[in-house]
């Protein structure tokens, strides 16, 4: 069968049997993938230091035709991200980006957009630039991408349209605002100044520039979390298990 190549992110892997290694990936024209590594255990010059996971790697593989695992050709290195390799805290940051990926896109449903915003992330917290911000623009455009974008532009109760000026309320069943007029703060219902309104529209936004690091204040990166960390286990269902780590530890 023909052998196709793609950059891809490796999103876990497992050694199998005495010298190969199952390996998940997440490429960038054909979404998540598993693949086999023969040999990897074994010194091999086709997949030498380029398996290790949160790893940036062009690969070439091989579809094989009674089975959804492929064969891994060959694996080269580009980037490893040693700023995540080396910090615990973002090992566990970069485990709960995997983690959502695997849940917006199963197997063999590629998303170009959704690997660059992966690739980025990664890149940005491995440099120690703005963890947080990172994290919650990943976490914004994750959803987005996925299908899950937050409707900021009116109430979905009233269907007033939100004009920037006062609080505005998360409502996580409908995944928009809502007025004050039409629910209550709370927990459930987190709320947020009009600055963190913009900045929630301005990270949805189809022109968002991911080189350009955008930097939060202390109150938009406090409740655009308490925002999203509602929205993200509505509509996924469940929490996701890194999710705990995100939180601070005082909570
Ligand atoms: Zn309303």
Redesign the pocket.
Known sequence: MEQKKSEAIILRTKDFGESDRIVTFFSSLYGVLRGVAKGALRSSKRFVNSLAIFSLVDLEFTERRSSDLVWLDSCELVDGFPGIQTDYNLLLKASYMVEMTEILFPLNVPSPEMFKLLRFALGSISNGRNTEETMLIFQALAMKIGGFGINVS???????PYKGKGRALFHPPSGSI??????KESVLTPGMEPNTVHVLEQVQSPGLSLSNTLRFNEDIIRELKGVLMAHIEHRLGRKLKSAKYLQPANR
């Open positions: 009116k109430c979905s109760l009233c269907g007033r809502v007025c004050l007029a039409c629910e």
